[in-house]
């Protein structure tokens, strides 16, 4: 990945930064950390929806990566070693708060729930340009954590489909189906909100 | 291919690309509107990917575990803090560490007396930052400590600044938060945390300025 040859804010190389954090440097360190902190802490932020947890996670993460540091020989890129790591940590947190990695909804048949919406069918309520980021941040945060999950690690986190199944334990199609469902669920959750808003203004 | 067999294929095939898809939606404008919501979702997702700064908290967490795991290791291992200061740090060189065993000290008062310390507030005012006094009554208060870094290691003296404040805002930030609620003892905690995170941060500055 192209990112090991990036500068950090230090002025390092990540490579540098990586080879001086081996040996104990305090500032390569920081300096590691202030590249990847926004990229790790949002994941955990997103899976959880709770800054406490996802702040506990986030340093969860970094210290485990810093514990093993002296055993990346730089096979794979560090940031992907990274945010895989950090993925790990929040599914094992999930999974010791027995909250659902996947939905429990394992079926591919689309339910009633998954047909087409009539009830704010009009035209005019389509989302078209009118969500921003924090309002889908809003969403994400009252998805179900099963869907969730797929949602943040698929479309927000750029995973496909064969890694979401082997990171979670799951299959392909359960990850696609899991994933449309949680697109849809948005929408809906969007346009709730886009209603209510029309409606007291 | 109708309505509920576009939906139903949208899991399979996300990008709608297909003839039969294509040949739906070219006729269909409910379920064009409902491919471009998903759409717009899929392109606003990738926004979420890296905006949030987790709080200063999380950095200090982790510096304090990496020095007490012996993974940053400090510039002469060997030397104890109070020593190496000698002759180099003249004045300061007894206040670091009498100004971080202070700090703590403060924070542990701090988490006990959160109670009494709001009750008696109206009568007795509250010193702020309490963290800035308790290195002062030391000998020793921020700026005195940051011109001492900057003295012996100008490239440190911004990086410290910015952390200093950070754990000054925390500390702020917790006693606000014992203040408001002060029979909450993850409050407490975290005022604890704070001192003693500021505590550490004073060792960390003189050990790392050291040449």
Redesign the interface.
């Known amino acids: 990945m192209t990112d090991r040859r990036q500068q950090t804010d230090d002025g390092l190389s990540e490579a540098e930064a990586i080879e001086r954090a081996k040996?104990?440097?305090?500032?390569a360190?920081?300096a590691l950390?202030d590249r990847h902190?926004?990229?790790v802490?949002?994941l955990c932020?997103?899976m959880t929806a709770n800054t406490a947890e996802?702040?506990d996670l986030?340093?969860e993460a970094?210290?485990q990566l810093?514990?093993k540091i002296g055993t990346f020989r730089g096979e794979s890129a560090f940031s992907t070693w990274l945010h895989r790591l950090s993925v790990n940590v929040v599914l094992m947190h999930l999974r010791k708060k027995s909250l659902p990695v996947v939905s429990l909804e394992e079926t591919?048949q689309?339910t009633e729930e998954?047909?087409?919406k009539k009830d704010f069918?009009a035209?005019d309520l389509?989302?078209?340009?009118s969500?921003?980021?924090l309002q889908?941040?809003k969403a994400?945060e009252s998805l179900p954590p099963g869907y969730r999950t797929i949602?943040?690690l698929h479309?927000?986190?750029?995973y496909e489909h064969n890694e979401i199944a082997g990171i979670v334990g799951c299959s392909i199609g359960n990850s696609?189906?899991q994933?449309?469902?949680a697109?849809?669920k948005?929408?809906d959750i969007?346009?709730i909100k886009r209603a209510e808003k029309a409606g007291k203004s | 291919m109708n309505?509920?067999e576009l939906?139903?294929s949208?899991?399979?095939v996300?990008d709608s690309s297909s003839a039969e898809q294509q040949a739906h939606l070219a006729g269909c404008?409910?379920?064009s509107?409902?491919v471009?919501?998903?759409n717009?979702?899929?392109s606003?997702?990738?926004?979420?990917?890296?905006?949030?700064?987790?709080?200063p908290?999380?950095?200090n967490?982790?510096?304090i575990?990496?020095r007490q795991?012996?993974?940053?290791?400090?510039p002469g291992e060997s030397r104890s803090l109070v020593a190496s200061f000698g002759s180099r740090w003249g004045r300061a060189r007894w206040m670091v560490p009498a100004a971080a065993a202070l700090l703590i000290l403060v924070g542990i008062y701090a988490n006990q007396h959160s109670l009494s310390t709001r009750l008696t507030r109206d009568t007795y005012p509250l010193p702020v930052p309490a963290a800035n006094v308790a290195v002062a009554d030391a000998g020793m208060n921020d700026a005195e400590l940051l011109q001492e870094v900057a003295d012996r290691t100008p490239f440190m003296k911004m990086q410290y600044e910015d952390n200093l404040r950070r754990v000054n805002d925390y500390i702020l930030d917790a006693q606000s938060t014992v203040d408001a609620n002060p029979n909450d003892a993850e409050a407490r905690r975290s005022l604890m945390d704070a001192y003693q995170q500021k505590a550490m941060l004073f060792e960390?500055a003189m050990d790392?300025s050291l040449p």
């Open positions: 040996q104990g440097d305090a500032e360190f920081q950390y902190k926004r990229r802490y949002s932020l997103r996802a702040e986030a340093q970094f210290l810093f514990r591919t689309n998954d047909s087409p069918g035209e389509s989302l078209a340009g969500i921003d980021r889908l941040q994400v949602f943040v479309d927000v986190e750029g696609k189906s994933l449309h469902k697109r849809m948005l929408r969007l346009r | 309505c509920v939906h139903q949208l899991a399979e996300e404008p409910a379920c509107t409902l471009a919501d998903l717009l979702i899929i606003t997702a990738a926004q979420l990917r890296e905006v949030d700064e987790p709080s908290r999380v950095w967490s982790i510096a575990a990496l795991e012996r993974l940053i290791r400090p960390m790392r």
